[in-house]
């Protein structure tokens, strides 16, 4: 059982910068991959980075490409994701998801092993 626990989400005005924080417990496997979603209300869930646990290989969606930056602490066991230039439409509940996956390579992630709680951003005009 892994477990997932996000936290940073909080109300910023656009243009603002954050960062959430995803730690990881429980009984992880050497290969895996983390990743980001978000869920905006009245929308699906919307896969944005993912990251190698072993590599730091990243992927990110055309959507936040350029603006956030997803990394990883080995001896925290925790993943970051930064989030700059936050604008109205960022608003969400973002998920941090886990996948057991070999390859060294970040690719877009489906099919979640585990998912976190979930922490909610809300972006101010």
């Known amino acids: 059982q892994v477990q997932l626990s996000e936290s940073g989400g909080r109300l910023v005005q656009a243009g603002a910068s954050l960062r959430l924080s995803c730690a990881v417990s429980g009984r992880t496997f050497s290969t895996f991959h983390l990743g980001w979603f978000r869920q905006a209300p009245g929308k699906e869930r919307e896969f944005i980075a993912s990251?190698?646990?072993?590599?730091?290989?990243?992927y990110y969606a055309d959507s936040v490409k350029g603006r956030f930056t997803i990394s990883r602490d080995i001896a925290e066991e925790t993943t970051y994701l930064q989030m700059n230039s936050l604008k109205p439409e960022d608003t969400a509940v973002y998920y941090c998801?886990?996948?057991?996956?070999?390859?060294?390579?970040?690719?877009?992630?489906?099919?979640?092993?585990?998912w976190g709680k979930g922490t909610l951003v809300t972006v101010s005009s």
């Open positions: 998801a886990y996948k057991f996956k070999v390859g060294v390579v970040a690719t877009p992630l489906v099919d979640i092993d585990y």
């Open positions: 990251i190698v646990w072993s590599s730091r290989s990243t």
